[in-house]
């Protein structure tokens, strides 16, 4: 029996799917591309969303947006208080919780008034909307919108096509998900750098290569009378206050947090030729760290600061790795850092930073420091 016309439409749009879907860059990607494939086939889309529970630090859902006249943005949604009161009145929610999809007739009073986005989109022209789960492999429920303009809503063909197409994006969606909470993972817990390198396959004990950076080494003063002295959260509270502030000040000068240990912080700021921009920014992050509000006054920190070239890469054993840097330069930086309570100043660096620094920093003696054989001159950066 040969093919109708609906049934060549609905197999050309599921093998575009299939295989261009995947070729997308983003979920913005492939939500605009099919969006625009929807209307070639007749199907009026003029809004459209994919939306998804994520795993992430902060936010805790995001959704693509796409309408007809500004193509696609991104918004993710943090779920504050109004936020998830906001969420439980829409089709949405129980898309999410029990996978039950909505088609509203937004010119019909009784439909647009179920819920409050009902109103928002018929005063924005649109006449039907239809909210229709996408279940992934592991049994939950994302979220695909359409909505039209045309008068007519979304006609029985056009309804057939849409549900015919949902299993391919479910497939092809749940893919980007997968990819991106890798990478949100990567770049959590190992850094934005790091986690780029691991998920393009160095992976191996050793993999990695030599770099030049300027390395950051901090760590609170007296944390463990602190913490004899504090309830468990005050001291979870202080942590999280002093880790945030820290690597604010860091990542917005493009350095790069590698570890949080106990309560210091190790830390790069690599460069390729131009270590003068690279101590600026660091020592940018330094006064601003130091110069900050953010904490009590018996909040006490030091910062170490030295350059040179470290190992960037894997270190472990067996199948349990750690991407990091390690090197003398990261035990001088460390060690510089130790000295920053005995000299009651808060920025340290090593002669070989200061003297390529354009900013004024003066010598506070030589000393010894553990695993350096001859005296250690440092430096200090007035604040």
């Not at 018996?298 to 472990?316: A, E, R």
Request: contains cysteine; negative net charge.
């Amino acid at each position: 029996m040969a093919a109708t016309d609906d049934q060549k439409t609905h197999a050309r749009l599921i093998n575009w799917i299939m295989t261009e879907g995947p070729r997308q860059r983003s979920p913005s990607g492939l939500l605009h591309s099919f969006c625009l494939k929807m209307r070639e086939a007749g199907v009026r889309v003029d809004r459209s969303t994919l939306g998804a529970p994520i795993l992430h630090p902060v936010a805790k859902s995001s959704f693509v947006f796409w309408d007809s006249e500004t193509g696609t943005h991104e918004r993710w949604f943090t779920y504050a208080p109004d936020q998830l009161e906001m969420l439980k009145a829409s089709p949405i929610h129980k898309i999410y919780t029990r996978g039950e999809p909505s088609s509203l007739r937004l010119d019909q009073q009784h439909q647009r008034d179920l819920y409050p986005i009902g109103a928002d989109l018929w005063a924005e022209g649109y006449y039907q909307y239809e909210a229709l789960p996408l279940k992934f492999s592991d049994d939950t429920y994302k979220v695909l919108t359409l909505a039209t303009k045309s008068s007519d809503g979304f006609s029985e063909p056009d309804q057939r096509l849409i549900e015919t197409t949902v299993p391919a994006i479910t497939l092809v969606f749940e893919g980007f998900i997968a990819r991106n909470t890798a990478r949100t993972l990567m770049e959590t817990y190992v850094g934005q750098r790091a986690g780029l390198r691991v998920l393009d396959g160095e992976i191996a004990r050793g993999d990695g290569s030599s770099i030049d950076a300027v390395i950051w080494f901090s760590d609170l003063r007296g944390f463990t009378a602190l913490a004899q002295s504090r309830s468990e959260s005050d001291v979870l509270n202080i942590l999280n206050s002093y880790f945030g502030t820290l690597t604010e000040a860091i990542e917005d000068q493009s350095g790069e947090v590698l570890k949080f240990i106990g309560d210091a912080i190790l830390a790069i700021f690599p460069y390729e030729g131009d270590v003068h921009h690279a101590i600026a920014r660091a020592e940018a992050a330094a006064l601003k760290v130091v110069s900050s509000d953010a904490f009590q006054d018996d909040i006490k920190f030091g910062i170490g600061l030295h350059t040179g070239s470290v190992f960037y890469g894997n270190v472990g054993g067996g199948n349990r790795l750690d991407f990091t840097v390690i090197g003398n330069s990261v035990n001088v930086a460390s060690r510089i850092e130790g000295l920053c309570s005995s000299l009651d100043t808060p920025i340290l660096a090593s002669a070989d930073l200061a003297s390529m620094s354009a900013k004024p920093w003066h010598s506070r003696g030589k000393h010894l420091l553990k695993g350096v054989t001859d005296p250690f001159e440092v430096f200090a950066l007035k604040v």
